[in-house]
């Protein structure tokens, strides 16, 4: 009986040490990429479509897409990162920060010259610091900041819409009158977020760099952007839910206030199209206005997710060659395209985007963005290029953030940003 | 006499699946008894359990000892990188830094501000927890230990929060808390104002406290349960032939008698206090503003939120944390010792 049983032990570890040496043998003559991805709404379903025809064309490279949550992405993936152990390709938005582990793809690319000639402008914010000419990714998304209107709220309203040029402070008080007469909770809603602060202190005229390129956050333009947010904090036009209701570096956005039609204004951007593409629909209209202008610039803040090839792969020609196929024009066209994307490539943006399958409402917001992209500031493109930028964004939430929640003074709040933002660097630099 | 009776047969199918499962550890198992027997032979049958808890020790070193050694070892090193050998010898320049104060009563003046404010709050936090704790879960212990209805349910009832994941906790009550949530949907029904109970700092302390204790009061409410269970029950007929008032019960037996419970769930309850961090950073984030942020959660924020991980300093507070769980897990175990002595 005991022997039987042995027997049939050994017969079933045989057969799966087997199983398993076929399959593996099968395998090896594949190589596997891993990507890292995050979606903001439906790209990843899109990417996922494109990855099987390059599977389809390419049977000796499989690719694997880890969906992963964004968190994952700005706390996570650095870490792993740093300890070697990161994926192949990740879908990244702290270009700066991400960087030092990215892989120079020139030695693989078969024609470096169109990545140049179309994410030229892009590609500094995706080289390590001091590197003048690596390729290390492009851009997935070319992000606007910029607010959304709830264009019903206002008919309701009886009140006009501002038109372009509008200031910053008109609109505060225009959304708030709207508010108070259509019983809306929420006149102005912003993102806790640097993007979408510095899209007001750059309209004010914030500086944010030295005349060496170093960082001087706290000028006379900062700070009328920061007191403009604390005002309107008191006066009702923005509520403490968003930026005084967490603390530290937390992110918080109003996307399902604005859906419920609960906010007139929302300072957002252009990522948030594909989304509220589908879940307002024709609930109310929902319209992209110009960015509000202030004494420095009307603009907003340039962003996006770039997808970066890193540099510990073990097959710099495997993540090459998917990384071309989804840089090449048709394949990312189809990308932006069914994403609603801002395009992140000159060649597509040029020739213009025929978003099929959008909305009129998305179509005109995405026209309302990508319109936006030559009216950034410098000071803005500067910002958003400087690798330790989350350094400064984080800062201000934390320190803005206290001060709208009563933790002391703007005073207070300026000279701790400074401290914080001198005392991360200097360790950076360690 | 348990000796003596019949084993009863196995069942002729599952003993054929036991030893077919059996079967691969079986022929290990005859290998390791050889050198064993060898070895018990040569450092004597009682040294042979440090043989056994030798493995135990290793994983204990591997995953408690060693990343100790390692977080010190931060905490005496700076800059960005993840690796001690990328990392700089900096001495006691992280605590220097965390313990630049003007004066401790005032995290203002702090150089590090937010690591003081989450003492300050875990301080606070934990002292109105604990004490509330204790004494719900002594009351709930109590009535539960009476021979009242439902007394089964009650129990289960009182339990079934603890076997909750913190983060479902914290979802549950951010849904009743928030702006449109349940609790606010019933007061502006009832013709009330809408509180914004996680927007002003004194609500969101509250309510961290009281999300606490209702997610945790049932393990506590458990040990105090079955220490009252343990109280002869002659004690209390002999009081009730001397026709003793029930609060004069509670304060002579009952409360004596479950004291060293009641030091265990101290204990217990104030390194959880002080080692908060999921619940209260699902529902509050640590806002309004800093109001609500624990050491813990500035640990996290300082190590792996900001762009440039503070490893060396998360690290140091880390330390600092680790001393005072310290302290209060020696009190524990004076504790136990005291009760063990009793």
Redesign the interface.
Known sequence: MHSKHWISALALTAGLAMGGFVASDSAQAQTTVRIAWYSDGNEGEVLTDLLKRFEAQNKDIKVVLDQVPYKAITENLPVQLASGQGPDIARVVDLGGVARYALDLRPHLKDAAYWEKNFGPFLPWMRPEGDAKAITGFMTQLTVSGPFVNKTLFEQAGIALPGPKTSWEEWGKTVKEVAAKVQAPFPLAMDRSGHRFFSVAISEGAKVFDAKGEPAVIDDGFKRGAKLVYDWHNAGVMKKELWGSVSGTAYRGANDEFKNAQVVMYQSGSWQIAQFDKTVGDAFDWIAVPAPCGAGACSGMPGGAGLVAIKTTKSPEAVAKVMEYLASEPVLSEFYARSLFVPGHLGIAAKGLDYQGASPHAKAALKVFSDQVAQLSPVAYQLQGYTSNRVIFNAVISRLGQAISGEGSLDEAYKRIESDIAQQIAERKK | MASDAPIPAAQPERA?AA??LA??LALPMRLIDWPMQGLQRLIGERRMAYVFLLPNLGFFSLFVFLPLVINFIFSVT??????PSER?Y?GAQQYAYLFDCGSFLDA?SC?E??FWRGVANTARFTIFQVTAMVLFSLLTAVVLNMKIRARGFFRAVYFFPVLLSPVVVALTWKWILQ?DGLLNAAITSLGGERI?F??D?SWAMFWVVFVSIWAHMGFYTLILLAGLQAIPADLYEAAEMDATPRWRVFWRITLPLLWPNMIVVIVLALIRGVQTFDEVFVL??????????MVV?YIY?TA???????F??AAAASVVLGVVLFALTLLQLAASRRKGAA
């Not at chain 2, 700076?78 to 690796?83: K, R």
């Not at chain 2, 792996?304 to 503070?310: E, H």
Request: hydrophobic share 35%; net charge neutral.
């Open positions: 054929g030893s077919l079967a691969p700076g800059g960005a990188g993840l690796f700089p900096v203002s150089r501000d937010h702006r914004l996680l927007v700092p509050t984030g640590g806002g309004p503003g800093t109001a609500t942020l959660h924020e792996f939120a900001n762009q440039v991980q503070n060396g300093l």
